[in-house]
């Protein structure tokens, strides 16, 4: 592991993941226009980037089944990238009907995970990607991509960084401008997430990576830390820690955006984001839902005001 001192960066991304990777686990039904009002709010409280949905299965993934309404429906602020994740060239043609202007693959560095969420293995899946890149190259389409299981699989435990570092390299050889590593069951450690971004970064820039964690173990800040300490300026969280992945059992959310922030805020890195509203915006979904808010900064605020 190399720990030779790294300047943390002045400025951060934050990718904010809670519309699609918060909602997408929900057993209830949540309505186009509440969908809508919390990525209206995420906007508004200063997020450059929101994932508002997906274009999969409704089988699959059900909840994600309206996101052509809230792409229609949102009010969308300029400077602000609104994107859909889209497995295949349907759900691609889908997102584009819809008019979203950017998209994201998702590949995972486990055979075992790949099967339970796209039904094919890693190789068939990137196979797939081709003609999506192809159509995106075509239509000026930025492409994100994820890799998942990237510090651990449900189903195959301990996971390679050279894994990772091979399925990124693909994604990212075949046009993704930035590779986002997902810690889908947040079981990874500092030191893990160090290692990792150290061995992907041998292939790919560093500015061209992004980390996305999920907080089941309560690493997940920790583990962002660890990442800017590598270099990597782009995080993917979810307001109010919202979220679990619906093909990893017992997985929590992501890491809270509002957290982040804080930690962020306090280490003097910009991002251009309102943390009271922010705040605000994690209340008023959870309060829709019916459930705990996973921010503790919202729920420290909140006991002491
Ligand atoms: C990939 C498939 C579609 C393969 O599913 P499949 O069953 O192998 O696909 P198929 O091509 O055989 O098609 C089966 C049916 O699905 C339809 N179909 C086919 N494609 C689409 C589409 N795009 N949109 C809508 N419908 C679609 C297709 O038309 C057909 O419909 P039928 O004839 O049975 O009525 C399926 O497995 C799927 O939708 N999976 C979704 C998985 C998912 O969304 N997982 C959560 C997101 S990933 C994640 O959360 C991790 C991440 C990114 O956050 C990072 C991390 O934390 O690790």
Redesign the pocket.
């Known amino acids: 592991m190399n720990t030779t001192a790294i300047a943390l960066p002045q400025h951060v991304r934050l990718v904010e993941?809670g519309p699609r990777?918060g909602l997408?686990n929900e057993k209830q039904p949540i309505s186009v226009a509440d969908k809508v009002r919390l990525i209206d709010d995420l906007s508004a409280a200063g997020l450059e980037y929101v994932e508002v949905g997906?274009?999969?299965?409704?089988?699959?993934?059900p909840q994600?089944a309206g996101s052509a309404e809230v792409f229609a429906q949102i009010r969308q602020k300029a400077g602000v990238t609104y994107a859909a994740?889209?497995?295949?060239l349907?759900?691609f043609e889908?997102a584009m009907l819809a008019g979203v202007k950017e998209v994201?693959v998702?590949a995972a560095a486990s055979e075992a995970f790949s099967q339970k969420?796209?039904?094919?293995s890693i190789a068939e899946s990137l196979e797939r990607f081709v003609p999506v890149m192809e159509a995106a190259r075509a239509q000026g389409v930025r492409v994100r991509g994820?890799v998942?299981?990237v510090l651990g699989c449900p189903y195959e435990g301990e996971v390679a960084p050279q894994q990772v570092a091979a399925v990124a390299r693909e994604l990212f050889e075949m046009g993704c401008y930035e590779v986002?590593l997902?810690?889908?069951i947040g079981t990874g450690t500092a030191g893990k997430t160090r290692t990792l971004f150290e061995v992907v970064g041998r292939d790919i820039p560093r500015d061209k990576l992004a980390g996305?964690f999920?907080d089941t173990y309560g690493q997940a800040l920790a583990n962002v830390y660890a990442s800017l300490l590598e270099g990597i300026q782009v995080f993917d969280s979810s307001v109010a820690g919202l979220g679990g992945?619906?093909?990893a059992k017992g997985a929590s959310g992501n890491v809270a955006s509002e957290d982040v922030l804080y930690l962020l805020d306090g280490l003097g890195i910009h991002t251009g984001i309102d943390l009271d509203a922010l705040i605000a915006a994690g209340e008023r979904i959870c309060a829709v839902l019916g459930r705990d808010n996973g921010s503790r900064v919202t729920r420290a605020r909140r006991a002491s005001a």
């Open positions: 993941v990777d997408q997906s274009f999969v299965s409704p089988k699959w993934v994600m994740l889209t497995p295949n349907k759900g889908a994201a998702f969420n796209i039904n094919c994820y998942s299981c986002s997902g810690d889908t996305h999920h992945c619906p093909y």
